[in-house]
């Protein structure tokens, strides 16, 4: 049985990722912040700390995947900084879905499909130089959310 590891599995898009895998015989492994009786792995993504325990519980269970979805994200009203001093929508929708699936790669089996989802604020957006040096001033709730899916696509295309 393939095997596919889907962030925010507790979103409307995770939950409905999850339920359509499922059905056509996957094993999934679903994510939210915190663990549940859902059976939820807990992974915060905003959180370099949370992908390493997640990746080591990885590690730990033996656990090959054939597939991740990337589909956990948000779009934060104002201005909010993560344990770390990231932005938490650049943290939560860029560079946890970058780490993790960094971290992930070696856990992979060949021919394993990475999926990242994105938004279509992706094409309004404006990265330059100062994208990881953005502070208040320079917040906009659905600009640094474009930013940060623009910066996800990217990343899609190089990897």
């Not at 949370?50 to 009203?77: P, W, Y």
């Not at 709730?141 to 623009?150: E, P, V």
Request: with cysteine; glycine share 8%.
């Amino acid at each position: 049985m393939e095997t596919i590891l889907v962030t925010g599995a507790t979103g409307a898009m995770g939950g409905a990722a999850v339920a359509m895998l499922r059905e056509h015989g996957y094993r999934v492994i679903g994510t939210s912040r915190k663990e549940d009786s859902e059976g939820w792995w807990a992974l915060d993504i905003s959180s370099a700390a949370s992908i390493r325990q997640f990746c080591e519980r990885i590690q730990q269970e033996h656990v090959r995947l054939d597939g991740l979805l990337n589909n956990a994200g948000t779009m934060m009203r104002h201005y909010e900084k993560t344990a770390e001093g990231i932005e938490r929508t650049l943290a939560t929708n860029y560079l946890g879905t970058y780490r993790l699936t960094r971290a992930l790669l070696p856990f992979m089996n060949e021919g394993a499909r990475v999926v990242n989802t994105v938004s279509l604020t992706c094409y309004t957006s404006h990265l330059d130089k100062h994208f990881f040096d953005a502070d208040e001033k320079d917040f906009s709730q659905l600009g640094t959310y474009g930013n940060s899916k623009m910066a996800v696509m990217l990343f899609s295309e190089e990897l």
